[in-house]
T-cell receptor, first 114, second 115 residues
Framework: DTGVSQNPRHKITKRGQNVTFRCDPI?????LYWYRQTLGQGPEFLTY????????KSRLLSDRFSAERPKGSFSTLEIQRTEQGDSAMYLC????????????FGSGTQLSVL | AQSVTQLDSQVPVFEEAPVELRCNYS??????LFWYVQYPNQGLQLLLK??????LVKGINGFEAEFNKSQTSFHLRKPSVHISDTAEYFC?????????????FGKGTTLSVSS
């Protein structure tokens, strides 16, 4: 069990650019979540996958955001035409599913949009 | 709609003192409650959870929490803290026990333990 891995750890970009983050969940975890955390706030749910199927999306996930999990393993989160308000820590979590409640979180990707 | 309120944004305590981090929730349906901890530069870790049964829940690192339905609270306690307990603590609520439902997190409480 190597834990949930997120890359990059930090990303600085200019407004209007596209960025992509990657999350590698714990192997054989079939559920994967993306959260966003801004300073002074708790994590906010963005989207959730069960295997390769995206089953739930938050209203926070605007059209500029897209997430994929093509083979049910790693996932990517892309933000197009970034805005300064997108600056946040993006967290990924995975769980075994099957009614087991414990989420395992990665250390996150810190995005700064200048 | 569900929500979580962590009543203290910062809690400074001395080592070996007891501590209580307060959490209140609102929900119109059954709730499942969690406490997560985030140590500096690390991902969130589950401390403990309440799903059903005994209202006193014991977690890792000597923490415990009590579910109080009448007061809609789920306060976290530890009788004697250590320097290593310094971290951000998040209370979270869900309306389903399975991890398939997104958690609603509070804003967090920063616990600072000093010697």
């Amino acid at each position: 069990d190597t834990g949930v891995s997120q890359n990059p750890r930090h990303k600085i970009t200019k407004r209007g650019q596209n960025v992509t983050f990657r999350c590698d969940p714990i192997s054989e975890h079939n559920r994967l979540y993306w959260y966003r955390q801004t300073l002074g706030q708790g994590p906010e749910f963005l989207t959730y996958f069960q295997n390769e199927a995206q089953l739930e999306k938050s209203r926070l996930l605007s059209d500029r955001f897209s997430a994929e999990r093509p083979k049910g393993s790693f996932s990517t989160l892309e933000i197009q035409r970034t805005e300064q308000g997108d600056s946040a820590m993006y967290l990924c979590a995975s769980s075994p599913g099957q009614g087991r409640e414990k989420l395992f979180f990665g250390s996150g990707t810190q995005l700064s949009v200048l | 709609a569900q929500s979580v309120t962590q009543l203290d944004s910062q809690v400074p305590v001395f080592e070996e003192a007891p501590v209580e981090l307060r959490c209140n929730y609102s929900s119109s349906v059954s709730v499942y409650l969690f406490w997560y901890v985030q140590y500096p530069n690390q991902g969130l870790q589950l401390l403990l959870k309440y799903l059903s049964g005994s209202t006193l829940v014991k977690g890792i690192n000597g923490f415990e929490a009590e579910f109080n339905k009448s007061q809609t609270s789920f306060h976290l306690r530890k009788p004697s803290v250590h320097i290593s307990d310094t971290a951000e603590y998040f209370c979270a609520v869900s309306n389903q026990p399975g991890a398939g439902t997104a958690l609603i997190f509070g804003k967090g409480t920063t616990l600072s333990v000093s010697s």
